[in-house]
């Protein structure tokens, strides 16, 4: 049985990886476990920033946004050498397994240490839902009730004005959140990494939505996409499309806020499945949400594969916008 192990959040941060730290710590409590936060990722890891931290040390933390630990981006980590440190530090403080909360690069990280021998579990923590192996990450559903929430507050202006926003999302190269932010917001059209979008197609669709008599209409428009929300703007702006055309980017606002409910579930039962796991001596896995369960998939399966937006999702968006 391990004596002693620790967690980090990695990558950019998401709501719930709060509740998933707090779960984490407390699991091993239960277990009669030492639990120990390691502050600001792989940096931290690095610089043996580790922390031992009791069931107090995470309480009044559910309902907050972005992570205690902090996090950090490091390069150092990404080569054998920085591993192998990494690896060295953890032996040190006599740390016997981790949990690493984080998007696809965290968990690459995560795979280098289970390589070298390091038990090691992984925990999908990131907004752009990304990640394969899971149907939800961690932060995924509050940063979507976000960017519903500022849909629904553009629209009163659009609707007073006879405009058409175009809204830029979050996402990196992944377009889940402009998907469904589009469907569940009643967007008019969606441009997004993974499918091509004409700028005439765009053109036309919003022209036929203010002559069939639309007050106002709705873009939402993935960062990693092509065409950029600039040169939407732009095209619109010189067509005559009917509609006044105004941008607005949402950026780092979609990442914080209070983790919401289906989130702080999520990462609870994924922080506590991560421990038992590794206290049953699993590694190399990350957690995943199968249907209603908790499941695992190879970390090396879930960082070689690429979760993809399902070509039901745009067609029903298509149809929906008319
Ligand atoms: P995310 O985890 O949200 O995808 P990043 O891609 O920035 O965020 O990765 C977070 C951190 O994970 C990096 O700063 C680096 O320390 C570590 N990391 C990323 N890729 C690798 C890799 N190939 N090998 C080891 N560590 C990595
Ligand atoms: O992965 C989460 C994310 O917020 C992406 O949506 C975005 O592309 C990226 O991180 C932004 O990273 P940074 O924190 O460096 O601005």
Request: charged share 20%.
């Amino acid at each position: 049985m391990m004596r002693r192990i620790a967690v980090m959040t990695s990558g950019g941060d998401a709501p719930g990886m709060n509740p998933a730290i707090r779960a984490v710590i407390r699991t091993a409590t239960s277990h009669g476990v030492e639990a120990f936060g390691i502050r600001q990722a792989y940096a931290g890891l690095l610089a043996g920033d580790f922390e031992r931290m009791t069931n107090r040390d995470v309480s009044g933390i559910i309902e907050r946004g972005g992570t205690i630990l902090q996090t950090a981006r490091n390069l150092d980590f990404k080569t054998e050498q920085g591993q192998k440190r990494g690896f060295r530090r953890l032996n040190e403080h006599g740390i016997e397994g981790l949990v690493v909360i984080g998007g696809d690069g965290s968990l690459r990280g995560a795979q280098a240490l289970h390589n070298l021998g390091f038990p090691v579990i992984g925990v999908p923590g990131s907004i752009d839902n990304d990640i394969w192996g899971t149907n939800m990450s961690i932060g995924v559903d509050t940063a979507l009730n976000t960017i519903l929430d500022a849909i629904d507050k553009l629209r009163d202006t659009a609707s007073s004005h006879e405009c058409c926003f175009l809204l830029e999302v979050m996402g990196r190269n992944c377009g889940y959140l402009a998907t469904m932010g589009g469907i569940l917001g009643g967007a008019e059209f969606i441009v997004i990494p993974e499918y091509p979008t004409k700028l005439e197609d765009i053109g036309e669709a919003l022209e036929a939505a203010y002559m069939k008599g639309k007050s106002h209409a709705m873009g939402l428009i993935a960062e990693g996409a092509t065409p950029k929300v600039h040169e939407v703007a732009e095209y619109l702006g010189s067509h005559a499309i009917g509609f006044e055309v105004r941008v607005t980017v949402l950026g780092h606002v979609v990442r914080g806020g209070s983790p919401s409910a289906f989130d702080r579930l999520l990462a609870t039962r994924m922080g506590v499945s991560a421990v038992e796991r590794l206290l049953a001596g699993e590694s190399g896995v990350m957690v995943g949400l199968h249907g209603r369960e908790i499941g695992t998939v190879p970390i090396e399966d879930a960082i070689s594969k690429q979760r993809e937006v399902s070509k039901e999702y745009i067609d029903m968006a298509e149809v929906l916008s008319k």
